[in-house]
């Protein structure tokens, strides 16, 4: 077998802010922007690194997902225990620096932590969590 | 005229939008847990009054904001008393906690053991495997 991982996917609730942050804040391009209003599925990535992308989609969008499941699900959105991915980059500091000064919300400054990983945290719009480590 | 529905999405509308308040005084306390911060510090932020932040907070995270500062001050301990040389005392200083009393308290609440014996029972060993050195509290991931 010959598998890589391509795309993973993170929840927003709303497009415009979440395709704001990850394109304007993280830097990523955006690889392809479809559907309308709040059914947006939105695929974003690192400039260059076509490889690896996060999609960037409406929740419960599945139509077997009942309405009590669909509520909690936002609340969870809403509270931050949703979503969250890890993320790496080699200069930590700098990417924090420049994360931080386009008013992004800061979660953990940057901090070596006891399993071995440096690494720092922010919250996106939608309330994902974004973990970012050292490449080292 | 008032359909029953829009009040219900009024409501839930309402709600998230706490919760989305709640997420952030939460995000302070991760961010911020290592300095000075109490519960009258964490209301003022959020725009609300103490108590109803309490409560709320209760709601959504099944404890008090008060109970999570103090957990997240324990987990970073737990990390400091492994992996620094700092005696007991500079790292309860070190991780926010303004009494002993409490902070030997919390702590042995939370680690199963107090400070001193903590380090002690897990320094032992000569080279703690992974699963020896994770602390009793989880490791904040998500």
Redesign the interface.
């Known amino acids: 077998m010959d598998l890589t991982i391509h795309t993973t996917v993170l929840p927003h609730d709303d497009p415009d802010a979440s395709l704001a942050f990850y394109r304007d804040v993280l830097g990523f391009e955006v690889r392809s922007d479809v559907g309308q209003g709040k059914m947006r599925w939105i695929t974003v990535g690192p400039a260059g690194r076509a490889g690896t992308s996060i999609l960037l989609a409406p929740p419960a969008a599945d139509p077997g997902i009942t309405e009590d499941e669909r509520?909690t699900i936002?609340?969870m959105m809403?509270?931050?225990?949703y979503g969250?991915i890890l993320l790496a980059t080699p200069d930590l500091d700098g990417t924090f620096e420049k994360v931080q000064a386009r008013d992004a919300?800061?979660?953990?400054?940057p901090t070596e932590?006891?399993?071995g990983v440096r690494d720092c945290?922010f919250?996106d719009p939608a309330?994902n969590?974004v973990?970012i480590q050292e490449l080292r | 005229m008032c359909h029953p529905s829009w009040g219900r999405a009024r409501a839930?509308a309402q709600?998230?939008?706490d919760?989305?308040r709640?997420?952030?005084v939460?995000?302070r306390i991760?961010?911020e847990h290592a300095r000075p911060l109490d519960v009258e510090a964490l209301a003022r932020g959020a725009d609300m009054p103490a108590g109803h932040l309490g409560r709320l907070f209760r709601l959504?995270?099944g404890m008090s904001p008060y109970a999570y500062l103090t957990a997240r001050r324990v987990e970073r301990a737990t990390?400091l008393l492994?992996?620094g040389d700092l005696a007991v005392d500079e790292v309860r200083r070190a991780v926010g906690c303004p009494s002993p009393a409490v902070f030997a308290a919390r702590f042995t609440e939370l680690a199963g053991t107090e400070p001193g014996a903590y380090r002690a029972a897990h320094r032992t060993a000569a080279e703690p495997s992974?699963n020896e050195?994770?602390?009793a509290v989880a490791?904040h991931?998500?």
């Open positions: 509520r936002a609340e809403a509270k931050g225990t969250w919300e800061v979660v953990q400054e932590q006891p399993y945290a919250r309330g969590l973990r | 839930a709600r998230l939008s919760f989305a709640l997420r952030r939460r995000d991760d961010r959504a995270y990390v492994l992996h992974r050195e994770a602390p490791p991931l998500a």
